[in-house]
């Protein structure tokens, strides 16, 4: 069965340091999204891809993050500074179009000390 | 702000009971419902998905739809204790910015043998 695959699936960051988490959807998904689950709180929306251009990012911060997708295959979300706050779930997801359900990879869990 | 609530729980049954798990949501114009399942410290997979009024049933599982009501709800029928895990109510938004699904907290379900 296909997958998204996601990397790291653990990281422990100092607070001011950068971090980057890499997604490679399933091959021929066009749609891919980048969502943040802090623990007992749904996913929320950070940025929305379709191909390689960027279709929200409203939710994004934007003073400390970036997302892309260059080649619109496999993304890479980048954190600098991290700050405490953004200990979370970091939750990848693809879909074949924008009316479809998504399939989630198994997530980064980040841990900023 | 468009939101989807839920009951955040928990919702405890005994095994082979009727789990009944609800979701309502404001924006009028979604046109599309999903539900998901996470256990403790994994990635969300997709159930069910429904778009019309109505029932949707597959297997065990039986999602309603009430669009005039705004709601939507899963039924897990002969629940098991396997079926513990939370659940996520996702709805597809109309916003012009793009088409990701917006997420409730979740109904931590236990289903006791």
């Known amino acids: 069965e296909a997958e998204v695959a996601q990397s790291p699936r653990y990281k422990i960051t100092e607070k001011s340091q950068a971090v980057a988490f890499w997604c490679d959807p399933i091959?021929?998904?066009?749609?891919l999204y980048w969502y943040r689950q802090i623990l007992g709180q749904g996913p929320e929306l950070l940025v929305q891809f379709q191909d390689e251009s960027v279709v929200d990012d409203s939710q994004l911060p934007k003073d400390r993050f970036s997302a892309e997708r260059l080649k619109g295959v496999d993304s890479t979300l980048k954190i600098q500074p991290a700050e405490l706050g953004d200990s979370a779930m970091y939750l990848c997801?693809?879909?074949?179009?924008?009316?479809?359900?998504?399939?989630f990879g198994s997530g980064t869990r980040l841990t900023v000390v | 702000q468009k939101e989807v609530e839920q009951n955040s729980g928990p919702l405890s049954v005994p095994e082979g009971a009727i789990a009944s798990l609800n979701c309502t949501y404001s924006d009028r114009g979604s046109q599309s419902f999903f539900w998901y399942r996470q256990y403790s410290g994994k990635s969300p997979e997709l159930i069910m998905f429904?778009?019309?009024?109505g029932d949707k049933e597959d297997g065990r599982f039986t999602a309603q739809l009430n669009k005039a009501s705004q709601y939507v709800s899963l039924l897990i029928r002969d629940s098991q204790p396997s079926d513990s895990a939370t659940y996520l109510c996702?709805?597809?938004?109309?916003?012009?910015?793009?088409?990701?699904?917006?997420f409730g907290k979740g109904t931590t379900l236990s289903v006791s043998s």
């Open positions: 997801a693809s879909s074949e179009g924008v009316n479809y359900g998504y399939t």
């Open positions: 996702a709805v597809r938004g109309s916003n012009q910015a793009g088409t990701a699904l917006i």
């Open positions: 091959s021929g998904h066009a749609t």
């Open positions: 429904i778009y019309s009024n």
